[in-house]
């Protein structure tokens, strides 16, 4: 059931301004949407503001799991390396230098010019800025011997990441209101949940918590997804439980005069995969669970670096398997682009012969630096 006003503005809803509101952003692979809910200038507003606020937060996350969305891919994203270098990695998986590079070193006969560029149309550009530079120069030579590398980097990224704030923590909130509208509960009787959103020094509702695992059924190494609310008219509470890829868990109160029928409501989405999941949330806190989880006190020490470990394997296979799938489809072609034979016409022995050594030399590095990485954990 959904509200004939909007939740955020109180403004009648009607066919013209009604929206399909993900009560999981998009732009970290939510899915499922809710008419009813907001208008479309707040869809807007929230969207641009927080939404967008949570889902920067959590880029380095998306692109490391590979997430699927409905709409676009997640935003490339310069990271310095343990070496301190900074790259730029591709929502693809693949990685490139954060800009493009140049550098002069002046001879006895002249100078010695260098460039690195992240595309052959970036290269072309600067062979272009140096031609006018230096009149000299043959730009068609140049353009000819430029070549296309790629390399594996020896380091690792670091990811530097920060959860929480006033916009991602009211697209948070947000989430959990859209789900207990869906359930049939009139967004003016989430005090709480209005008071934060509708207010810019409204006191925020919502903490975090790890002091044990309020998933029941949590599927194992999943990255996922996760919002819950709960109205249970014996505490008057109206509780949400938002969780993003496994390691981001927090409790909000909603209501703390609900009057309803007692009522469970989960939506959980594999984000890598774009699949609801079948979750089983245990939302039984009391209003003291709730206040210490606003006062940080139920974060034990150790426990958000235990929800990374039980799913960086995952995002580390994920991008193995990747690689692997982009460096043959590279090789392949390479191979069969370079072996003699014209597009369409059949492939002769000499042509076959020639295969395996072309691929070889685009699966090589792939395959050393596998080796690389199998002896650094020895």
Request: aromatic letters at 8%; hydrophobic letters at 35%; proline letters at 4%.
């Amino acid at each position: 059931m959904t509200s004939a006003e909007c939740a955020l503005c109180d403004s009648q809803i009607t066919t013209e301004n009604d929206t399909r509101e993900h009560i999981i952003p998009n732009a970290i692979g939510g899915r499922k949407k809710l008419t009813g809910f907001i208008c479309k200038d707040c869809n807007n507003k929230s969207g641009d503001d927080w939404d967008s606020d949570l889902a920067k937060q959590l880029n380095p996350l998306s692109l490391f799991f590979g997430i699927s969305r409905e709409r676009g891919n997640a935003s490339p994203q310069v990271f310095e390396t343990t070496g301190g270098d900074k790259l730029q990695l591709n929502a693809e998986g693949s990685m490139n230098i954060a800009k493009p590079e140049y550098k002069e070193t002046p001879l006895e006969t002249g100078v010695t010019i260098n460039i690195s560029a992240r595309s052959m149309r970036e290269a072309k550009q600067m062979l272009k800025g140096i031609k006018r530079k230096y009149p000299q120069v043959n730009l068609d030579e140049l353009i000819a011997s430029a070549e296309i590398k790629s390399s594996y980097c020896p380091d690792m990224l670091q990811f530097n990441l920060s959860f929480g704030g006033q916009k991602a923590g009211r697209s948070i909130v947000k989430s959990a209101l859209a789900l207990a509208v869906e359930s049939g509960v009139n967004p003016k009787s989430c005090e709480h949940a209005r008071e934060y959103l509708l207010n810019e020094d409204g006191s925020a509702c919502f903490g975090y918590y790890y002091e044990k695992d309020l998933i029941a059924n949590r599927p194992e190494g999943i990255p996922l997804h996760c919002v819950c609310v709960k109205g249970d008219p014996s505490t008057k509470q109206l509780l949400g439980y938002v969780e993003f890829f496994g390691v981001q868990r927090m409790v909000m109160c909603l209501s703390s005069l609900y009057e309803g029928d007692e009522f469970t409501n989960c939506y959980a989405i594999n984000p890598v995969e774009g699949k609801e999941l079948d979750i089983v949330v245990d939302l039984s806190l009391s209003p003291d669970d709730i206040q210490a989880a606003y006062k940080y006190e139920k974060i034990p020490q150790g426990a958000v670096e235990a929800a990374f470990d039980k799913v960086i394997p995952t995002g580390i296979a994920a991008s193995f398997e990747k690689e692997k799938g982009r460096i043959i489809n590279q090789a392949v072609q390479y191979a069969f682009s370079n072996c003699g034979a014209k597009e369409g016409e059949m492939l002769m022995h000499e042509h076959i012969e020639r295969l395996p050594g072309l691929m070889m030399e685009k699966l090589e590095p792939f395959l050393l630096h596998q080796w690389s990485q199998v002896r650094k954990r020895k």
